[in-house]
């Protein structure tokens, strides 16, 4: 079956730092990955996903993620992290074929002014 | 229009009454699912409906019924519910078929349901 693997399940990091958040996925063959965020006690935002178009995939607020197949890797990342990015964050794959769309554990990101 | 509507946002119920919680969408979506949130957790599949009829059902207990009544609606009733079972139930849609130009799964705001 496909999953993610995130790795850390908080990270901290300071306004204006860059952001980085990993996500490794097992497949044989390349699914379709995504990123969300959900804001405290809010419904989950898609803010990019990679569809096998282009590796390096730009998304909503100045987050982009980078699909590595060698790597097996979606990591997400912002060059500078802003206050409001403070969240839960989570990677997802699809299947090819079927309707199963499963989350990785979510990594909370903490914005330290 | 990109959106799911979920309702009621808030519902508080005892463990002997039956609830509903409703969802819809107007993309023309013919997958339709439900998705369980504990606090600091990830969303948890639950059911998946393909062409209104159900086509995952991830050993849900049974005092959770889906029922898809047509294409644009998907609910979820709950009877004899426990105090575990309060959490956040996510309502999602999307192409039955994941192509590359579409295959993003769309999600509402969520139902918080509280069990007492």
């Known amino acids: 079956a496909q999953s993610v693997t995130q790795l850390g399940s908080h990270v901290s990091v300071s306004e204006g730092a860059l952001v980085l958040l990993r996500c490794n996925y097992s497949?044989?063959?390349?699914?379709?990955l995504f990123w969300y965020v959900q804001y405290p006690n809010q419904g989950l935002q898609l803010l990019l996903k990679y569809t096998s178009a282009a590796t390096l995939v730009k998304g909503i607020n100045g987050f982009e993620a980078e699909f590595k197949k060698s790597e097996t890797s979606f990591h997400l990342t912002k060059p500078s992290a802003h206050m409001s990015d403070a969240a839960e964050y989570f990677c997802a794959v699809r299947t090819y074929t079927g309707n199963q769309f499963y989350f990785g554990t979510g990594t909370s990101l903490t914005v330290i002014p | 229009d990109t959106e799911v509507t979920q309702t009621p946002k808030h519902l508080v119920m005892g463990m002997t009454n039956k609830k509903s919680l409703k969802c819809e969408q107007h993309m023309g979506h013919r997958a339709m699912y439900w998705y369980k949130q504990k606090a600091k957790k990830p969303p948890e599949l639950m059911f998946v409906?393909?062409?209104?009829?159900?086509?995952i059902n991830e050993s849900v207990p049974s005092r959770f019924s889906p029922e898809c009544p047509n294409s644009s609606l998907l609910n979820l009733h709950l009877h004899a519910l426990q105090p575990e079972d309060s959490a956040l139930y996510l309502c999602?849609?999307?192409?039955?078929?994941?192509?590359?130009?579409?295959?993003?799964?769309?999600f509402g705001e969520g139902s918080w349901l509280t069990v007492v």
């Open positions: 999602a849609s999307s192409q039955v078929i994941a192509r590359k130009g579409e295959n993003t799964i769309y």
């Open positions: 409906y393909s062409y209104e009829k159900l086509s």
């Open positions: 497949s044989s063959v390349p699914p379709y």
